[in-house]
């Protein structure tokens, strides 16, 4: 993945993702209207947290690709502060 062919892949992907929300951009708009609506909150939070591993693993598989070491990994998915 981390090679020239890798970048054309990604590109591909992103390019035809945004081609597919331009295309039906009025029904996306309606789509995301509810997607705060108080039963979608837990699916919210888990695709968020999903999504926030597989980033996190990614850096740790790019470190190692470069020979780099990861020896823990961590993911903040939440923090408050009161100062």
């Not at 993945?1 to 892949?9: H, K, L």
């Not at 699916?43 to 693993?57: D, G, M, T, W």
């Not at 740790?60 to 923090?79: N, P, W």
């Amino acid at each position: 993945m981390i090679s020239p062919v890798g970048a054309i892949v990604w590109l591909g992907v992103v390019f035809f993702g945004l081609k597919l929300v331009i295309d039906r951009a009025e029904m996306f708009n309606d789509q995301s209207q509810a997607i705060l609506a108080p039963g979608n909150i837990a699916l919210l939070y888990l695709s968020f947290v999903l999504v926030k591993a597989i980033h996190e693993f990614g850096h740790a598989f790019t470190c190692k690709y470069f020979g780099g070491q990861v020896h823990e990994m961590g993911a903040m998915l939440a923090e408050t502060r009161a100062y």
